[in-house]
């Protein structure tokens, strides 16, 4: 069929290609369009399957349009005898439509193979990072060089352009305090996804994956778990923040810094953080170097979003994240204000409500200490 | 015992049984003892279709919950129990089931037998099913359904109640309710085996068997050697959850890629398990309706046997972003685009039979040539998951759903209403209405093309599956709301179906023996067929024999009709006529409900073994299974009045 | 014309299929073999054989660490496979039934070691 | 069409010849039914065991605490029992060596050996695990253990159906039911029992013979 009419064979190539382009030019500028890439690696992978896509529509094409073809032409109508020659079969087309789509494959296998090794490779001079999935938000770990302490942090991962970036993908850092590898909350699969600089690597419990970004394009980039992980998958999301290497450095040094306002100076805040409420449980807000069961918020203000980048940091929605946090995000935290996770008898995912299922003999929380605790944590630049 | 002439009056020794041997063939209570393959087949197929509703009503509470950013038509805990109960109930209590219900009915009426090799057993695997599905459902009401989704990867699933990875008990319904479908599954396969490879009718060699014959024999191997695999991974989960161990808990050591083996080499052989029947039913429709034989028949049969075996060497490809390292995954990326082969064979192979043919697109046909059409769209975005890199941005993606519901919709679900239209007018003797049988079908078409086409794109422009809300401003709204709509087009094309089905059966045109002009021998048989399926084992001269009975080639292969064709044929009379002397069928039982029925208290005290009362429910389940067995190994297959 | 089916009044389902291959009644030989089963007294032999080996494999075990493991390990493979082979072929009779069931057995057996053997590789269990 | 005359079934005569009896009626294949079930199953089942013998090799190596395997295997002791249930396996040929030859007698004996030997096996099994967690190696210890109690668990499940089936079969013979043409039932259960042994045969050595680190 193909050979017989080359022109047709053009045309569909054009069609083909017609279909992809228009792919890609329909495709929303939505921060998470695996055809618009920003990243080396998303880049590359573009260019392998684009040309696979082709092939695939041709494919595709001559199957379904050889379908409604035999179909139509061959229907039964006046006219026509319907006493077909009966053919049993022919070797020499089967051997055909045997060997030509083995050419096909092997074709695009040594692209497909050549490509998974050069993204295996380890990156030279890379910047590294530690990616740990909690349920149900993201912990990033900067390792402290020359005898620096780490920085710890959450939701928002800031990279330098144009330089690589060696992620190592861990469910939990036991290495970090309170990295407790069997705590409750960081124990499942999760898949680290940002769609516009590369593919996904999933987050394995017991084992490290590595994933390398690169881009040369400053900016924001949407990230979100890709694995099944429990009841709020959904909102487990991320952003990629793309600085000139001169911002991260700044960035990556500030971070380092002792918190604006020790917990000591707080007064209320302190006190409803540690003793009250107990946030300092889960969180803390007096070093970037720990590791905590909930993100760390030592320098909580210097983001823009939070709850796994859901919400815009702002001081109204963080009071209502304060007060009720899963009224917001579905969790698993009825048991939470029992006492610190991983405790026994405490089952608890996520962040408890201070306004709702209040266990007996503890407090409720007001709209006013709501209001103390969120301009503390504002103040934590 | 509709065809046994008088029975002898004298009732010799009975063994002892406690239950009264039931007699009834027709009536409400025949159904519970039937152990006739065709009522057996029948009860799978409407039990499956009722599934499917299930599964398709929970579809579409997923697309009305994504219809638009920020969906408020379900929890995100109702969601997750949903979609899993998607998955579960259209791959496990549709799939499965329908395809063994067309197996039950039509493998022994095409290989020639008067039934399955294990009557009772046969059954056994029906009520197995039925209970187990009853099992999972019955979930909903008792602390949560399942919500790990359908491959309820660990260690998510396998995490204790108590530490609160996972909300309620769904995982372990799921795990306890797979091994009880496994169970009626495996004894499903054993019998196709033996049914095929022994009850063949004289002449009937391998060869000449149908494809579709051919295709369960292959899925039933599949299907045998798939599921002990799950079995052993859902013990381990079950027990990780429940009694303290740690198979896949990483914090004692654990490994949760052992899971992900075990439940992919079972999981992948289970997508053919799950295409191969639709494969054979096309391969059945197309010939007969292009009056012209199946192209390459022994390739045909051949690359289905291959795709069996190649099916066992691809599991990893659902693996690809967990860090196998770049030698295994190019390792199952190549063995994975393999596969590509020998389903292209069949591919061309089908529209090769249909090429010069005289085609007559029924809706059976219409159905059939769809399969071609869209199991080629999934197959090619199955290709392109299969290039690793690729595969690292569509992996859990709407890239997947969309791939994986173009084979399975449209490819499995269209085969499996291909053969409901192919076969209705044999099995119930009337035939289905062709005029809202178009409609239904090319509703389907348009309905299944808006749902699974834009979650393609979906896929591509970053959409992860399994979510139960996005944000608004992702650019995804629009072509949610397409694929929604579809889904509510697919829900009238299938009610329609139902409608077709409920008003032909009373009121359809009368079909007879052989209304499609069929090539291969249960159309030689009245319909429906009558219990013993022929009044005389007809003696196989040929692939396609009934053809041959009423057709020839002359000397350039063209088809001409035998003067005395057809159902006039002395072998036609034979098979279809009354019987001439006394057959004997199996008589039916009580034990293989009552089995199965003591299974259901000891799943049940699976579940909430932690209860005082659950030792009820054990000694109890056990005593009914042991009667059950036990009876059932006395009694014999044949009541003692037909003996002799 | 009726007497053609007298073999549907033995009842049962079992009737359908009669080829030719059909079951030939030969004295001492259940269905599906080809020759007769060993005497019982082969039977003890053979016995006696699994016995000898399983000593073998026990005394191996106490070899451990004079013997390096890598002389330890095979020879116990051996050995297993050695009376997994011996009962298998004589006491289930895969010696001298049809080969259909030693077909059936050795794809389960071949199917198990080959696909767990990939699976525990790729787990890194060999390295 | 015309050539069903010519082939009548073969007329299977009853009697002290032990063939195929009427219950044995022609096969495409020339076995029974039941005999290529059982092997089907048996097929199937060696990949159930394939499943719990990988997790088990995974795993011995990375018990994190409680006592290793070194510790608490007592090899003489399984040596005994493994070669208890090996000797089962020629009881339960012998059996059906008799049944064979109508011998219903030693039938009778032979079969309650098997169960005898095999309820021998399952009783040091229980023995083992008692004294297993007397050392400290419970189920979920460790990885180690769990994965040792759930592989040799489900082959003594295994074994006790295969006693329960062979006490049934006995009692069936000696009240009589099962003569001579029942032979085939013999070898089904055998065919089960053996396949248990085999099991074994393979978890004997890849379990506490072979060295662990
Ligand atoms: C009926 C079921 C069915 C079938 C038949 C297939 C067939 C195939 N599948 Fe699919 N698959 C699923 C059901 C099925 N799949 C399911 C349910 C999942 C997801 C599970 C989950 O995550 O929930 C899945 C997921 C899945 C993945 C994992 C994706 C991921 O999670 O990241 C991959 C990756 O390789 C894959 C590949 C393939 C391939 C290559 C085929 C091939 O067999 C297709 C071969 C067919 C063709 C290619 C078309 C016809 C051929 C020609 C016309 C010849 C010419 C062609 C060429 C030259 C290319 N499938
Ligand atoms: C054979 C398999 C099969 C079939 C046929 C379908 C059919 C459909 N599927 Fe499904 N699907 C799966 C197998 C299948 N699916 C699997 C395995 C998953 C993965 C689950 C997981 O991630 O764990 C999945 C997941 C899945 C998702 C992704 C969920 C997520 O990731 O969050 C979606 C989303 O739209 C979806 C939609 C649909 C729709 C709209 C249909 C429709 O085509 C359904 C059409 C049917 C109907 C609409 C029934 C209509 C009947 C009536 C309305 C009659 C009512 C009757 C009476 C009142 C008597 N499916
Ligand atoms: Cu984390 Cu999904
Ligand atoms: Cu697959």
Known sequence: MTNRNSRRGRWWLLLAGAATVALAACSPANGKNTLAPHGTNAHQIDNLIYPIWIVAVIVGLIVVGGTIFVALRYRQRPGRSDRPKQIHGNLTVEILWTIIPAVILAVIAVPTISLIFKEDATPSNAVEVTVVGKQWWWEFEYPGANGQPPVVTADELHIPTGRNIDLSLKACDPSLPYGVNNGPGCNVIHSFWVPELAGKEDVVPGQTNHLTLRTSTAGTYLGQCAQYCGLSHANMHFRVIAQSPTAYDAWLSSQRQVPAVSLASAGEAGTLFTKTFACSNCHTTSSSTLSTYGPNLSHLASRSTFASGYFKLTKSQLMKWIMNAPGLIPMQSQDCRKGPPGSPGVTCVGMPSFTQNTPKGMPVMTTAQAQILATYLLSLK | MTTVADAPTQTPVRPPVILRRPKETTGVWSWFTTVDHK???????????????????????????????????????????????????????????????????FVPLMIGARDVAFPRLNAFGYWMFVTGGVFLYSSFLLGGAPNGGWFGYTPLTSTPLGLGALPGRGPDFWAVGIVMLGIGSTTAAINVIVTTLNMRAPGMTLMRMPVFVWMMLVTAFLTLFAMPIITVALIMVFFDRNFGTSFFLPAKGGDPLLYQNLFWLFGHPEVYILILPGMGIVSEILPVFSRKPLFGYPVVVFSGIAIGFLGWGVWAHHMFTTGLGPVAVSAFSLSTMLIAIPTGVKIFNWLATVYKGSVRLTTAMLFALGFIAQFTIGGLSGVSLAVVPADTQQHDSYFVVSHFHYVLFGGLVFGLFGGLYYW?????????????????????????????????????????????????????????????IGSFIIAVSVLLFIINAVVSRKRGVIAGNDPWDGRTIEWSTSSPPPEYNFAEIPEIQARDDLWHTKYTEDDDGVLVPLPSGGVDTPAATRAAAAPTHRIHMPSPSFYPLVAALGILPLAYAAVFHSYSWAFLLVAGGAIILAFGIYAWAIEPATAAEADH | MSDITLRDDSGATEVAGQTATALEPSAGLLPGELRPHPSPLRYVLIAVVLCVITAAEVSLYYLEGSLADAVIIPLLLVFAALKFGIVASWYMHLRTDKPIFARFFVLGIAGAILLFGIVLSSLQIFS | MATIEQAPPPQVPAGPSHGPGPDHPPTSTGTTNVKLAIWLFLASDCLFFGAFISAYLLYRGRAQTGPTPAKVYSIPFTSVSSFVLLMSSLTMVLALAAIQRGDLRRLRIWLLSTALLGSVFVGGQIFEFTEFSRKGLGLSTNLFSSTFFVLTGFHGAHVTIGIIWLLSLWALATQGRLTQKDAEKVEIAALYWHFVDVVWIVIFTLVYLIPTK
């Open chain 2, 424 to 484: 209705f007018p044999k099995v119930f003797g009337r035939m289905l209405d062709e005029k809202l049988g178009k409609w239904n079908f090319w509703l389907m078409v348009i309905g299944f093309n808006l749902t699974f086409f834009p979650m393609m794109l979906l896929g591509i422009y970053g959409m992860p599956r399994r979510v139960y809300r996005y944000d608004a401003g992702l650019g995804w709204g629009s072509l949610n709301l397409v694929a929604t």
């Open chain 2, 39 to 105: 009522k057996i087949g029948i009860m799978y197929g409407v039990t499956a279709l009722v599934f499917f509703c299930l599964g398709g009503i929970e579809a579409l509470l997923i697309r009305l919950q994504l219809a638009g950013p920020n969906g408020t038509v379900l929890t995100a805990s109702q969601y997750n129990q949903i979609f899993t109960m998607h998955g579960t109930t259209m791959v496990f209590l549709l799939g499965m089931p329908l395809s063994i219900a067309f197996a039950n009915y």
